[in-house]
């Protein structure tokens, strides 16, 4: 490997980057951000080109946020559409090998920082981040015969390219629309998030997407198709104890192998019990109100507090480490467009408060007459408000 200013390698990976010690921090909740990987053709790509389009990192102020986009271009003969994704969620896992870098979430959910040591030690310029991504890419994914990076800092770039991003990401979610659990023999799995949550085991069915919102069932075959030994493995799901719950044998081996027995049961449509455990890179935050005997769920963007008076990152907190919390579950924005969801504890009926921008996504894909009947922050602050919101709407879990 070439010669950098930082250390590169796994045993950097579960590294954080506290408030307090980051140089720089790009993207998070209170800026525009993504990260999109494209597939093109070979003439169409200068190999290992890195462009910087706003602020370079030592142009930066220290402490400082920055909006932030990574789009990196890809070609090879072996490559295929599917991959894109797949190959898009290795940017995690490679930002995670260099020494002070830490990055959290996918697609429009992307943070990273970089630690202040880091900085003093060469790391910046995004020519170098760039330099190491493009000599591990080309080193573990034999099948990027060309790549192209391009850093992007300037706000008015940054949200021109993110409308069109997002509809390559709705574009991947629409291939797996229409296909049901019960139509396939194997699921996918992933644990490339056991660098930060050592117990946390990812399970991805048709019906229920990856929970950082970036692999569905399609991309988790692409992903074991392209690298049989990497993070993303085929589950054969088994028997079905349960269609309700979503208990199937073959996930429980799978997940208690992957999880080295800290989990050995797993409710896919349930959040009590035996729910789904949690890493750090979830979108979202579905959470029990026992006051209302309902849900309310919060996404990654959101700013404000719940009616219970939790931020997202206080329940993130909570959920996170791949502890099976019952009654708390880390889920992707696309789960909540699934017939699947929560199907064991009474499904979008149980929906009971969202943030408006997140209903304003997800609500067309509820059932007729449901999203009119959930809160947002603009009726409901606190519990008690809830309460009288549910009431006064006729809420049908309240009406039974």
Not at 10 to 29: D, S
Not at 224 to 241: H, S, Y
Not at 271 to 279: E, I, N, V
């Amino acid at each position: 490997m070439a010669e950098f200013s930082i250390g590169v390698g796994p045993q950097f990976e579960g590294e954080t980057v506290r408030k307090n010690a980051f140089q720089v921090e790009l993207g998070g909740g209170t800026t525009k951000r993504f990260e999109l990987v494209t597939l093109k053709e070979m003439d169409a790509i200068e190999n290992e080109k890195i462009e910087i389009i706003g602020l370079d990192i030592n142009e930066m102020e220290e402490g400082s946020t920055h909006p932030f986009a990574l789009l990196i271009d890809v070609a090879g003969e072996e490559l295929e559409k599917d991959m894109e994704p797949v190959i898009e969620r290795r940017i995690h896992m490679y930002s995670n090998y260099m020494e002070g870098v830490w990055h959290m979430g996918s697609r429009d959910d992307i943070w990273l920082r970089i630690h202040k040591d880091s900085y003093n030690q060469g790391f910046n310029s995004f020519k170098e981040f760039g330099a190491i991504l493009i000599t591990l890419f080309t080193a573990e994914m034999y099948m990027i015969e060309k790549i192209a990076i391009t850093f992007v800092t300037d706000p008015k770039k940054v949200e021109e390219l993110l409308p069109k991003a997002r509809e390559i990401y709705r574009a991947r979610d629409e291939r797996v629309r229409g296909m049901k659990d019960e139509e396939v023999d194997d699921f996918y799995g992933c644990i490339m998030c056991q660098s930060f949550a050592p117990q946390h085991v990812c399970v991805i069915t048709p019906e229920r997407q990856s929970i950082c919102g970036c692999i569905s069932w399609l991309d988790g075959k692409a992903a074991f198709k392209m690298d049989p030994e990497g993070p993303n493995f085929r589950i054969d799901k088994g028997e079905c104890l349960d269609p309700v719950l979503g208990l199937y044998t073959g996930v429980n081996a799978a997940v208690a192998e992957k999880s080295m027995g800290a989990s050995t049961e797993f409710y896919l449509y349930s959040a009590f019990d035996k729910p789904h455990t949690g890493c750090g890179c979830f979108q979202c935050v579905l959470f029990y109100i026992p006051e209302v005997d309902g849900f309310g769920v919060v996404h990654r963007e959101y700013q404000g507090t719940t009616p219970t008076g939790e931020t997202f990152s206080s329940l993130a907190g909570e959920v996170s480490g791949g502890r099976q919390i019952e009654g708390m579950i880390g889920i992707g924005v696309s789960y909540l467009r699934s017939p699947k969801f929560m199907l064991a504890d009474g499904g979008h009926k149980r929906l009971m408060w969202m943030p408006k921008e997140l209903k304003e996504r997800v609500q067309e894909d509820f059932p007729e007459g449901i999203a009119d009947k959930i809160a947002t922050e603009e009726d409901a602050a606190s519990v008690e408000a809830l309460e009288e919101f549910l009431n006064n709407v006729g809420h049908p879990w309240l009406a039974g």
